[in-house]
């Protein structure tokens, strides 16, 4: 990858800065109150009424790392979150479009469920890029839609190269997520969820670093896609693999 | 100054994989040549490397056309000389 277009990145995503220790703040759940109980019923919730399953969970590696699923259900990021257990639900902050964060009432059952940060992707996409840097570098996890949105059937969407840009720069390994089921649980439209199966499968880490040291392209473009290529590829095994 | 002009549509066109004919400086570069605003950076990445200017982050929102490239490295250039 060309040095110079790299540190070009480094610098708008102020990769090497100080960050400010209180910067999570702004992002925290309502943990301490509403957090527990919340889980109590989603627990509940997932094994009888959904009959959840998750598999590969020792795949996580330690933190930070980036978990990236495939979206189409406004059930998927709560799903994945009940599956990785409470401590690891902790240290996790979910990058939510401004779309659902400026809606309070959205807003305010994200929040009891978990951290999020607020991002908007089509018209600063930088610092939302940055943002997903800052919360690696303080040693915390983030969960990010390569789709950037939901799909509505179900297919797989182009993966966005952001995810990426974040994996190579901050050196943190990408956890491929597929979650099976949530679209005929709650499709994007409806309100209540029905009793639908649903299984959430964690692949085997993407370490960025070993894609880099592959390409040998001018443009660290080719890099950052090459490694969303990867996880798109991979993710798409998980779903075969899962529908035959 | 025209050379600058061709420098950066050569430079454009070499990042988004195209012939500096194709293109119009212009036409909006997101819009009509499908470049997303990722590879937009790498373009400024590329002018950064072949002038040595520092192009400040608040730029990026600014730039639509190939002439808002032109634009913004000339006045770079001209900042740098004085």
Known sequence: MDESTSKYWRKYLRIDEPIDQTFLKNFHSLNSILNPPFFFIIDMLSRSYFSAEAHGLENIPDPPYIIAPNHCSSMDQTMVTWAIGRTRRKELYTLTTKFFFDNPFARFFMKIGANVVRIDTEEDFMSALQAACKVIKLGKSIYINPEGTRSETGELLPFRPGVGVVAVETGAPIVPVYIDGTIKALPPGSLFPMPHKVRIYFDRPIRAGDLVKEQRSERAYDVYKAVTDELYERVKVLKEKVSR | ?82
């Open chain 2, 1 to 82: 100054m025209e050379n600058i002009d061709q420098e950066v549509k050569e430079l454009v066109a070499k990042i988004i994989k195209r012939r500096p004919d194709e293109i119009n400086i212009n036409a909006n570069i997101f819009r009509e040549y499908r470049v997303d605003s990722l590879l937009g950076v790498e373009i400024l990445a590329g002018l950064d490397k072949k002038y040595n200017i520092d192009i400040p982050e608040n730029k990026l929102k600014e730039v639509k056309t190939t002439a808002d490239l032109i634009r913004i490295t000339s006045e770079l250039l001209s900042k740098k000389k004085r």
